[in-house]
C-alpha cells in the first residue's frame, strides 16, 4: 500500500507517518518549497519516507504528484492551521483550507476515481454549538474563517463522494494535542510556559479566555482513527473526540499542579489573545467511531498533560544548562 499524506511535517502528520510505516506502507509526504524547511517533526523517520514539492494552490502540481506516485490512499492535512491567525489571514486560509481540499479531490477524479481521500475536517466547525455533545449530525455554526473554510472543506468531500463515486471520508476531530504542537497553539504554549517557569526561564505566563471549555485527546491516538476510516467498505464521516471536556483553566491548573507549582501566581490575562467571536464549548461523541470503527482514545487528559509537559522540561533543560 502507498499512501499520500500532505502536512506531512506537521503535528498530525508526522503520527500518522509514523503509524503507516508501522503497517508496512510507502509513505510519501507532500511539503512546500521554502526558503525555511523544517522537518523536525519527521527527522526521526525521513531515510523511511519519500518528500515530494508541490502546493495545494497549484492544482498542476497536486495532478503530477498523483498521477506521478499513484497512491492507494491520500490523507489531505496540509492546513491554515492556526485559528487566530485565519481572522488576519482569511482569505489565505479559505484557499488552503476550503479549495485546496476541492484541488485534491478534483486531481483524484482526474488521475484514479479508485483512491481512498482523508479529508481533516475539525470540531471548530460547530462553533457556537447547536447541542451537547456534538454528533455527526449536529449543524455547523462556525465562529472564524478557519472555521468556515472547514465547513467548506467538509461539504466538497461529501459533495465529491456522493457526486463521483469517491471512497472520501471526513473526520471531525475535536482538539488533539501532542509535544509535536505547534508553540503557538494554547496546549503547547502552556506546557511551554510551565517548563520555562520551573527551570527558572521565565516568571509568568500570559493567556487569553480562561474559561474556554475543549474536548482535548493525544493526537498519537487520532491518526490511528483516520487510517480505519479509510479500511471501511463504505465511505462515512466520524467525530473523533474523548468525550470529556475541560477548560483551559483546567489544563493550566493540571499543568502547573504537575510541577508542584501554584499557577495563581504566574498566569496573567492578556486581551490580544482573546479572540473576535470565542467557541465556548466543544464536546464530542465518538460513540459511532467506537462502534463502527472500534477506535477508542488511549491517553486520558491528565496523561497528556503530564506527556506534554515532561517533553517540554526535557527539551528545554538541555537549553537552560
Do not use: C
Not at 66 to 71: E, K
Not at 241 to 259: C, I, L, N, P, Q
Not at 309 to 317: H, N
Amino acid at each position: 500500500m502507498r499512501a499520500l499524506i500532505t502536512g506531512i511535517t506537521g503535528q498530525d502528520g508526522s503520527y500518522l507517518a509514523n503509524l503507516l510505516l508501522e503497517k508496512g506502507y510507502e509513505v510519501v509526504g507532500m511539503v512546500r518549497r521554502s526558503s525555511t524547511e523544517s522537518f523536525e517533526r519527521v527527522n526521526h523517520i525521513k531515510e523511511k519516507i519519500t518528500l515530494v514539492q508541490a502546493d495545494l494552490l497549484d492544482q498542476l502540481s497536486i495532478i503530477n504528484i498523483i498521477d506521478a506516485h499513484r497512491p492507494d490512499e491520500v490523507y489531505t492535512l496540509a492546513a491554515q492551521s492556526f485559528v487566530p491567525t485565519s481572522w488576519n489571514q482569511p482569505v489565505l486560509t479559505g484557499e488552503f483550507n476550503a479549495i485546496g481540499v476541492t484541488r485534491m479531490l478534483e486531481a483524484i477524479k482526474l488521475v484514479n476515481k479508485k483512491i481512498r481521500f482523508y479529508q481533516a475536517s475539525s470540531s471548530e466547525m460547530f462553533g457556537k454549538v447547536k447541542e451537547v455533545p456534538q454528533t455527526e449530525q449536529t449543524s455547523f455554526y462556525p465562529r472564524s474563517p478557519y472555521g468556515v473554510a472547514k465547513v467548506y472543506g467538509h461539504w466538497i468531500t461529501v459533495n465529491y463522494r456522493e457526486s463521483y463515486g469517491i471512497h472520501a471520508s471526513s473526520g471531525i476531530l475535536f482538539n488533539h494535542e501532542s509535544p509535536r504542537r505547534g508553540l503557538e497553539f494554547v496546549t503547547r504554549k502552556i506546557t511551554d510556559g510551565v517548563a520555562r517557569i520551573k527551570l527558572g526561564m521565565e516568571k509568568n505566563l500570559a493567556l487569553g479566555n480562561m474559561d474556554a471549555k475543549r474536548d482535548w485527546g493525544f493526537a498519537g491516538d487520532y491518526v490511528k482513527a483516520m487510517w480505519l476510516m479509510l479500511q471501511q467498505d463504505q465511505p462515512e464521516d466520524f467525530v473523533i473526540a474523548t468525550g470529556k471536556t475541560h477548560s483551559v483553566e483546567d489544563f493550566v491548573r493540571t499543568a502547573f499542579e504537575y510541577v508542584d507549582l501554584d499557577y495563581r501566581q504566574y498566569v496573567t490575562t492578556d486581551p490580544r489573545f482573546v479572540r473576535p467571536a470565542e467557541v465556548d464549548l466543544l464536546q464530542g461523541d465518538a460513540s459511532r467511531a467506537e462502534k463502527k470503527l472500534g477506535w477508542q482514545p488511549k491517553v486520558d487528559f491528565n496523561g497528556l498533560v503530564k506527556m506534554m509537559v515532561d517533553a517540554d522540561l526535557e527539551r528545554l533543560s538541555k537549553t537552560a544548562k
